[in-house]
């Protein structure tokens, strides 16, 4: 659990759930409402995730900041969970989609700006061949089809804590004694078992990989650059030009989920790093949090795909959905790439992104805690613990959920908001220094908090918008 005093912990809790109530009638009453229609009251069941008395609701975001119904502004370090690591609603892409609305929403057949935009997608990622779909999940599905059917081999390869959208192939979890493959026990409704068809390795462990790899039965190693969901894990130095090495040795596809480390630099993390990977795949983010995913492949890989497509009978080949690739996705997707993938955008994000990283290790390290912060690009994460994680099990073994969910609330409760899941912290192009002083400011807070052996006394209620 915790270091602090059980008391003070409890009582900082209490007082916490209380100023939520009394400071959001309006989010109570909504919440409430929402029940009658909504399964736990919300039309995404993971929107019940945010650890407060009730979900905010939401009346309007733009840029680096969004207003709850109850008229309280937020400095929004959350983004969407990386879905507006851009910003809320940026002008070049407002009226892309605003103009596109108007002539034409979807047809089943490519727009005049198909061939632009594919030009874009090579010249921002750096690989030649794409596909659209419309989440990361159906883009991963969908790769995981055409690297089992051009390499004819059946067994998918991911790490334990990996994250890659609601793919059943990969939510599954490793046994840490004997490292087999289990089912993840939350996932509902489960009847297959991909323990037979997913092996599941520690990240940054190269022996564990060539054990995987060289059984030879490997489509493709799907893997994000660094695991972000299950707590921000990097690469060790070197790992990624080993790994790289071992899957074209044993003849695995490698698969690079960039969804969220595209936060890493233009291009994403592959790109910066140089990773050449066979396949990549980015959503989210990519068209500015209009439900849009891509992936992209070598030329090499292309013909491949090629090839098993007609060599294949007839009929619906399991990849791809009527709406993917529609006009009004496209349209977003140019105005993104032209607008917000730009070097300008990711110069201000990781500049600040550095600055606020500083401030937050200098104050962990002055106020004593055995805490770190882990960053990748512009995105970074308050780890509890005294070092960066080495891979899924580090974060199993100093969780602190109860201590995680107070710094949520405590942070929301004055006007910050952090990522949900963890505590993860974005910096988009419209984050303002200002934004960056003003988490600081209540992180300061939180450790007088957690300092004092009383409940501090109740401080001034978050700003509201005009």
Known sequence: MTDFATETFQAIQHTERERFIASHPQSMVLARAAQQHYLFGVPLHWMRDWPSPATLFVAHAQGASLTCADGVRYADFCLGDTGAMFGHSPAPLAQAIARQAERGLTCMLPATNTAAAGELLANT????????ALSASDANRFVLRWARAITGRPQLLVFDGCYHGAVDDTLVDMDPVTGHTLPRSSVLG???NHATFTRVVPFNDLDALEAALKQ????????????????LVPPEPGYWEQARAL???????????????????????????????????????????????????????????????????EGHSGIGTTLAGNALTLAALQASLEHLHTAANYAHMLGLATVLEKGLSERIAAAGQPWTITRLGARMELQFMPKTPRNAQ?????????????????????????????????????????????????????????????????????????
């Not at 990622?125 to 659209?132: D, K, T, Y």
């Not at 040795?249 to 969220?260: I, K, N, R, S, Y």
Request: charged letters at 15%; a negative charge; one cysteine or more.
């Open 125 to 132: 990622f750096g690989l030649p061949m794409w596909q659209m």
């Open 216 to 231: 030879g039965d490997v489509a493709c190693l799907l893997a994000e650059p660094a695991l972000t969901n299950f707590g």
């Open 247 to 313: 899957c074209h040795q044993h003849g695995a596809l490698f698969v690079c989920d960039e969804t969220h480390t595209i936060s890493t630099a233009l291009g994403g993390y592959a790109r910066a790093h140089g990773l050449d990977p066979d396949f990549m795949v980015v959503g989210k983010a990519v068209a500015g949090g209009l439900p849009c995913a891509v992936y992209g492949f070598t030329q090499a890989m292309a013909e491949r795909m090629a090839q098993a497509k007609n060599a294949a009978p």
């Open 394 to 466: 580090d974060v199993r073994d100093h969780a602190q959920g109860e201590l995680e969910a107070l710094t949520h609330l405590f942070m929301l409760n004055r006007g910050v908001l952090l990522t949900p899941f963890h505590s993860m912290m974005l910096v988009s192009p419209a984050t303002t220094p200002e934004d960056v002083e003003r988490l600081l400011a209540v992180f300061d807070e939180l450790l007088a908090a957690l300092r004092s052996p009383r409940v501090p006394p109740e401080p001034a209620p978050a700003s509201r918008s005009a």
């Open 190 to 192: 489960q009847v297959h």
